[in-house]
């Protein structure tokens, strides 16, 4: 199985943006479908976005639409969740998951690795 890490989570104002990065280690990332999740506090975990391969064909939920933005950077084995326009309601823990081939993914349960999660908090 592959091994992911998050990274980039942090606290912004709202209307900011933030870039969250996943990276693999243990096998070639570029043949996963990878997607992200967020779980806030009392609250179930949610889709948010899922890139799938081949091909790179992204999904998204509707709240963030237009506003967030799944990459893959194969060379460093990384992919990315770029958020503009932050809203307080954006505020959660952030997951990625990956499943190789095929995709995009958009439930939990499709997945069979996931990271660590790392906070984003949006003030108002």
């Known amino acids: 199985q592959v091994q992911l890490v998050e990274s980039g989570g942090g606290l912004v104002q709202a209307g900011g943006s933030l870039r969250l990065s996943c990276a693999a280690s243990?096998?070639?990332?570029?043949?996963?479908?990878v997607g992200w999740f967020r779980q806030a506090p009392g609250k179930e975990r949610e889709f948010v976005g899922a890139m799938g391969w081949p091909g790179d064909r992204t999904g998204y939920a509707e709240s963030v639409k237009g506003r967030f933005t799944i990459s893959r950077d194969n060379a460093k084995n990384t992919v990315y969740l770029q958020m503009n326009s932050l809203k307080p309601e954006d505020t959660a823990v952030y997951y990625c998951a990956a499943r190789l081939y095929g995709g995009p993914y958009y439930g939990p349960s499709d997945y069979r690795s996931w990271g660590q999660g790392t906070q984003v908090t949006v003030s108002s």
């Open positions: 243990g096998r070639t990332f570029s043949n996963y479908g």
